[in-house]
């Protein structure tokens, strides 16, 4: 990015991918955002979360679906920092380098990092000016520029007191299951599987729980090194045979849980593998994730491989808000979260 420099904390906020709108509601910026990818699909899934969180709530009705973005309407929007990663813009057809510089310029600096999320290649002319960083990273930089400082290091505080448990609980080695995590497409002719161990912050809630990947070896169709996707079919699932199945897509609003369980166990294939028959299919929310997501995602996994551990999952009802769980089993503190985010006590 070189150097950003504002003459006052951004009041209209332009983004894109929903890592980045994590952070600004866990910096208590949600209502400054006034565009987003795919709006409706990120309140569904916020909104399941949120809702245990007192106090915290969101309304992004009606905003500028910003994927692929228009050059006329970020000047329309006005916004004092478009909070998105130049590099991923640069893909989108009708944008170039002297285009991102245009609106920077113009309108409002751009400042975020997307390709750390599986530590993608970055696009031509990019390479040598590109950084990984890890998710917590990126919120740090993101909370400097909304001089945010002391709410982002009380997210820290929350998750190091989160992982310090998970670490203490932790089975052995030999004892940790194996898993996968995957997509199925909502025709069900398709299945995407991802690399829970991978670098960057797609598996930043299921990289630090030490799982064994049943897909770490597997390559199927569209696989690239960068770790993004695999193209599965039910037999290389079968291969894979985890012993517990992670679904993304139910809490998000796009699947039935119920009826992809339905399928699997209907399957002459799918019903042979190990987490179907011992019913081990669990769902979940969002890889692209920023630090509220990242703190339910990994109490949710810990539970969902490790119940003996970190206590039983207690499942996912279609349509309902993340689950209840008894105070005593929760790997994190609600109600500190919740008063982070709205300034509450500070």
């Known amino acids: 990015m070189g150097t950003v420099e504002f003459e006052s904390v951004p009041q209209s906020v332009f983004t894109i991918l929903g890592h980045h709108v994590d952070m600004l509601v866990a910096l208590g910026r949600g209502d400054a955002i006034n565009a987003m990818h795919a709006p409706e699909y990120h309140q569904s899934l916020y909104q399941k979360f949120l809702h245990r969180l007192e106090g915290v709530s969101i309304d992004w009705e009606g905003l500028y679906a910003s994927w692929p973005p228009s050059k006329e309407k970020l000047y329309e929007l006005n916004s004092d920092v478009h909070i998105a990663d130049p590099a991923k813009v640069a893909t989108a057809e009708g944008w170039d380098n002297d285009s991102l510089q245009e609106i920077g310029t113009n309108v409002g600096p751009w400042f975020g990092n997307t390709l750390s999320g599986t530590q993608q290649e970055p696009p031509s002319g990019w390479p040598d000016a590109y950084d990984y960083y890890t998710l917590w990273e990126i919120f740090g930089k993101i909370a400097e520029v909304f001089r945010e400082r002391e709410r982002y290091e009380a997210f820290v505080s929350v998750r190091e007191s989160m992982m310090e448990t998970i670490s203490a609980g932790l089975p052995s080695e030999s004892e940790q299951l194996s898993a996968a995590l995957v997509l199925f497409s909502t025709s069900g002719e398709k299945i995407w599987g991802y690399k829970m161990n991978h670098p960057g912050y797609y598996a930043a809630h299921t990289r630090p729980l030490g799982a064994t990947d049943a897909l770490a070896d597997a390559v199927g169709d569209g696989y690239g090194d960068d770790g993004r996707n695999i193209t599965l079919d039910t037999e290389l699932l079968l291969e894979s045979d985890p012993y517990v199945l992670l679904v993304l897509g139910p809490m998000a609003g796009s699947h039935n849980l119920d009826d992809i369980r339905s399928q699997l166990e209907d399957n002459e294939v799918t019903r042979k593998i190990t987490a179907v028959q011992e019913g081990q299919i669990y769902a979940q929310g969002a890889r692209r994730q920023g630090p509220i997501l990242n703190l339910f995602q990994t109490e949710m996994t810990a539970k969902q491989l490790y119940p003996d551990q970190f206590g039983e999952w207690p499942g ?31």
């Open 316 to 346: 996912y009802a279609e349509g309902d808000p993340y689950p209840e769980i008894p105070a005593g089993e929760q790997l994190f503190d609600r109600q500190r979260v919740a008063d982070i985010i709205t300034g509450a006590g500070q």
